[in-house]
């Protein structure tokens, strides 16, 4: 899912770096720099950010780009809360799977939480957030979502096993008749 390049570092030894492909969807200009900032304060993962600020530059983003995670903002000028998670959530689901990381400073309701956190692979508050925090829960995120692709792949070929199977059982069924 990463992709891996390699980096010289100063004393000329190679070190491998992975670059993982974000989309930030966040209206908030000192928020960005903040989780951009975030980002970089770790020297182990070189983080590629694509800023979007509003609902409709994100959908085009998810679309077009190579992405490895979206780190959502809830409040955006163009949608709002529960319906701006939804619609990412399901062009995310329809194009790539992606996870959704949602990054939210405003109280939900216990409703639009439960849902939320079932459906993202990590639900942060800004005033909680530190690099650690940020970076950790983009790493799992991934991890968590490569798992779940696996999971279906794995489920679609029994289905195609099973399904292949009755067509011999059927088949052996109508030459004895």
């Known amino acids: 899912m990463y992709k891996i390049t390699e980096e010289k570092e100063v004393d000329g030894l190679e070190k491998s770096k992975k670059i993982i ?3 930030l969807v966040e209206d ?3 928020d960005a720099r ?3 900032e975030y980002l970089q304060e770790n020297e182990n993962y070189n983080f590629n950010i694509i800023y979007a600020d509003c609902l409709a530059k994100a959908l085009l983003e998810i679309k ?3 992405l490895d995670v979206v780190i959502l903002d809830l409040a955006l000028p163009d949608c709002t809360g529960l319906e701006t998670f939804r619609r990412i959530w399901t062009e995310t689901e329809q194009n790539s799977m992606l996870p959704i990381i949602v990054l939210t400073g405003a ?3 216990k409703g639009n939480l439960k849902f939320s956190i079932e459906e ?3 639900f942060l508050f800004k005033q909680d957030l530190d690099s650690k925090v940020l970076v950790n829960s983009i790493l799992h995120a ?3 979502q490569t798992a779940k692709k ?4 794995l489920m679609k070929e029994i289905q195609n096993k099973n399904l292949n199977i009755r067509k011999v059982v059927i088949g052996t069924k109508a030459g004895n008749d």
């Open 21 to 23: 492909n974000i989309l």
């Open 120 to 122: 993202s692979q990590a």
């Open 28 to 30: 908030n200009q000192a």
């Open 150 to 153: 696996k999971v279906m792949l």
């Open 34 to 36: 903040l989780v951009t």
């Open 142 to 144: 991934i991890e968590r």
């Open 64 to 66: 077009n780009e190579k």
């Open 107 to 109: 109280i939900l309701t």
